[in-house]
């Protein structure tokens, strides 16, 4: 079993990298839509109900939504741009899903035997353990690949691959700066946690509902593995609701010269300039995204841990 959980861990890291390609411009749409670079539409406002009965006109803002910041990125910058930072992505999802799931595998074997055997603890323990060891190998490569979705530039104009992005950010701000917003996502494991928690119970649900079934304990059809992967989506997509307020709080962080300089210091700024709509902000791309993919993903290792069992 050693000897293939290796290869189970990376087959999932490559069964990841399609949806990776496919829902590149929505992580950008995602990116631009948390960042306090977002232009604003200005509105104004009646008030009614003051002491004179009349009204009064206060100064307001409206965000763009998902569809206004996809029109202006193609006119102003063209459709190439919502493929920005994809060489990182790239280079970083098949390592990021590699040591995942072979930090979550042997964190679960630990904590099996610290609680009770493949409890709803031994779950979010060992989920918290993985995101842990993978957030913090990883968030160079992802600091690079949000600073690459964050720059705009006009169509023509040359834009910085991820080599020179890394020397831009090392010149500027020196090994701390590849670890910009590494509070943020630590403050995402709850996310996770959260995602497998309800995922495992639902998987035991599912196996237990197999087992009442006329079919051998053993044998699983397309049906077993289309629920769960309706099971890791609805996972994936209560999860991201729960937690995505920490994702702006990371984009926010990991922009170039701001003002966000800790964790706590920027959702602070945040509610009191924007109100505390604006930490939902693209969240609606990010669930399109997200929900999709962690569906195929975690799909795919329960079918490759399946195929390698029965192999045996």
Not at 184 to 199: D, H, P, Q, R, V
Request: hydrophobic content about 40%; some cysteine; aromatic content about 8%.
């Amino acid at each position: 079993m050693s000897r293939a959980k290796p290869v189970i861990s990376a087959a999932s890291s490559v069964a990841s990298i399609s949806p990776t390609i496919v829902t590149c411009p929505l992580e950008v749409l995602k990116t631009r839509l948390q960042s306090s670079g977002l232009t604003l539409r200005p509105v104004f406002q009646v008030q009614l109900g003051t002491l004179s009965g009349t009204g009064v006109i206060r100064p307001g803002a409206v965000t763009p939504g998902l569809l206004q910041v996809l029109r202006s990125i193609l006119e102003k910058e063209g459709p190439r741009s919502l493929f920005r930072g994809l060489g990182p992505n790239l280079v970083g999802v098949a390592p990021s899903r590699a040591i995942y799931f072979a930090a979550y595998s042997k964190s679960k074997e630990m904590f099996n035997g610290l609680f009770v055997p493949n409890s709803g603890l031994v779950h979010m323990s060992s989920a918290g353990a993985a995101a842990f060891v993978t957030n913090s190998l990883m968030n160079p490569i992802w600091m690079v690949k949000t600073r690459m979705q964050l720059e705009k530039k006009a169509r023509g104009e040359k834009k910085m691959n991820a080599l020179q992005c890394a020397r831009y950010v090392y010149k500027m701000e020196g090994v701390r700066g590849f670890y910009r917003g590494l509070t943020a996502s630590y403050a995402g494991i709850s996310e996770t946690m959260i995602c497998f928690l309800i995922y495992e119970t639902l998987k035991k649900q599912l196996a237990q509902s197999q087992f009442n079934s006329p079919k051998s304990e053993n044998e699983k059809g397309a049906s077993d593995f289309l629920g769960l992967m309706m099971a890791a989506a609805f996972s994936k997509g209560c999860a991201s609701c729960i937690a995505y307020p920490h994702e702006v709080i990371r984009t926010r962080l990991r922009e170039e010269g701001s003002k966000y300089k800790y964790f706590f210091q920027t959702g602070r700024l945040i509610a009191v300039e924007e109100g505390y709509a604006a930490f939902y902000r693209g969240l609606i791309p990010q669930l399109i995204r997200q929900i999709p993919n962690t569906a195929i993903v975690l799909s795919s290792y329960e079918l490759i841990v399946h195929l390698l069992g029965d192999s045996k």
